[in-house]
């Protein structure tokens, strides 16, 4: 019967260890989901324009973030970005991300940009299909009464956003997968300190998900 009740503890310290990088999670990803929101509307505006020095970035920047894996643009902005910028600078100044929690708003905002401008681009549409102007268009759609279409997309978004910070570890962005490394590999507990990981992201997404399917 002990035994039970270590075991116990011993997942629930596993619990309580990733609930400790919860608050980095979440800060990045509402700080993420502003920016992408930003981002989402200009280009989902850019892509819809008439112009062609509009659109064209427009394009080309969510098929280029949609075509590539988040991982990857991670890794660019954290080491290439630097890199680069050192490397023109010739030495003249040693720039480094600081915070490093900075890598993964950015490079999730930008990520979640791409996403959320298809996501608004087909609440513009489906007002249009309407028979809606574009002044009563940009009135009623893309300003609040849009987020009748496009909220239930946004928050699915959000969710994933959640569950994509995860690979934000790997740059050493201490949240709640990286919490749950650092103590499996500092305890050699890896099997509650990963359940316990896994226990926290659930309890963070189901109850979002059963939200998005209310809205």
Not at 11 to 34: E, N, Q, R
Not at 139 to 156: E, S, T
Request: hydrophobic share 55%; glycine share 10%.
């Amino acid at each position: 019967m002990d035994g039970f009740f270590d075991t116990l503890a011993l997942y629930g310290k596993g619990v309580s260890i990733a609930f400790g990088g919860i608050g980095m999670t979440l800060g990045v990803t509402a700080g993420a989901i502003v920016i992408g929101m930003v981002i989402g509307l200009i280009m989902a505006l850019g892509k819809m324009s008439k112009h062609k020095i509009a659109r064209w970035p427009a394009s080309i920047y969510v098929e280029i973030i949609r075509g590539t894996p988040l991982f990857v643009q991670i890794l660019i902005l954290a080491y290439g970005v630097p890199y680069l910028v050192n490397t023109l600078s010739d030495g003249a100044m040693r720039f480094n991300w600081n915070p490093i929690f900075m890598v993964g708003i950015l490079a999730c905002g930008f990520n979640s940009g791409a996403y959320l401008a298809e996501i608004i681009r087909s609440g513009i549409q489906a007002a249009r299909s309407l028979g809606m102007t574009n002044g009563q268009n940009m009135r009623f759609i893309v300003l609040p009464q849009a987020l009748k279409i496009i909220l239930p997309a946004m928050a699915n978004e959000f969710v994933t956003l959640i569950k994509e910070t995860s690979i934000l570890s790997y740059v050493g962005i201490v949240e709640i997968t990286r919490s749950g490394v650092l103590w499996a590999s500092r305890e050699f507990q890896t099997f509650p300190a990963y359940i316990g990981v896994a226990i926290i992201y659930l309890c963070m997404t189901i109850p979002l998900s059963r939200l998005v399917a209310y809205l």
